[in-house]
């Protein structure tokens, strides 16, 4: 699986917008960038995912550079709701199975 | 719809002993996987199961073992004991299993294990 690189913490204000960066320079052409969070005491969550075009959905917009050897997951308006650790992970397209590789993530701290 | 369930959601056991985690997948998924979280080494994937067979290991050794039944719903069972298999235990369920990446996972609370 191919390797992603992200800040260990990271810290936002409430009500900011919020830029989580991953670095993923050796990644496939068929990986797909996926983003899963974690809050406390709680099972991970589903993001947001894409290949090669920006995506936007209720929960955050993922903004994949042009040579996509790197990503950002924007939160638009940072609550405090949203302190947890933030996973990027790759998933090849032609890999068969639903296993996800998790490295140690960003923590995000959010301050009321 | 119901999320992931998980049963027990704390443990706690004797070195040596042996324990059986269960969990029941959102209604209609039919793959689940198993994933060990620890603070030493994160996240890590045990096993998946998808219409009751094995599809996927991870590196883990042969005490872990797991098994689904024909309504998806699986358990895992870790035999002999150590203090390093306290963790928290995380069940994820998916409605497919193919190639592609299209789709998302729904995780579980979790299980939290402790060993004595």
């Known amino acids: 699986d191919a390797k992603t690189t992200q800040p260990n913490s990271m810290e936002s204000n409430e009500e900011e917008p919020v830029h989580l960066p991953c670095n993923h320079s050796?990644?496939?052409?068929?990986?797909?960038i996926h983003w899963y969070r974690q809050l406390p005491s709680q099972g991970p969550e589903y993001v947001i995912h894409?290949?090669?075009s920006n995506v936007n959905n209720r929960m955050a917009s993922l903004a994949i550079a042009e040579d996509r050897k790197s990503s950002t997951l924007i939160l638009h308006r940072a609550t405090l709701r949203d302190a947890a650790v933030y996973y990027c992970i790759l998933r090849d397209l032609y890999i068969y199975g639903n296993k996800l590789v998790f490295g140690a993530g960003t923590i995000l701290r959010v301050k009321s | 719809k119901a999320g992931v369930t998980q049963t027990p959601r704390y443990l706690i056991k004797t070195r040596g002993q042996q324990v059986t985690l269960s969990c029941s997948p959102i209604?209609?998924?039919?793959?689940v996987s198993w994933y060990q979280q620890t603070p030493g080494q994160g996240l890590q994937f045990l096993f998946e199961?998808?219409?009751?067979?094995?599809?996927n290991k991870g590196n883990f050794p042969g005490r872990f073992s797991g098994r689904q039944f024909s309504n998806s719903r699986s358990e895992m069972n870790v035999s002999t004991l150590e203090l390093g298999d306290s963790a928290l235990y995380l069940c994820?369920?998916?409605?497919?299993?193919?190639?592609?990446?299209?789709?998302?996972?729904?995780f579980g609370p979790g299980t939290r294990l402790t060993v004595t």
């Open positions: 050796t990644i496939s052409g068929t990986d797909y």
């Open positions: 209604s209609g998924h039919r793959s």
């Open positions: 894409g290949l090669t």
């Open positions: 199961y998808f219409s009751e067979t094995q599809r």
């Open positions: 994820a369920s998916s409605p497919h299993l193919r190639q592609g990446s299209d789709y998302e996972q729904y």
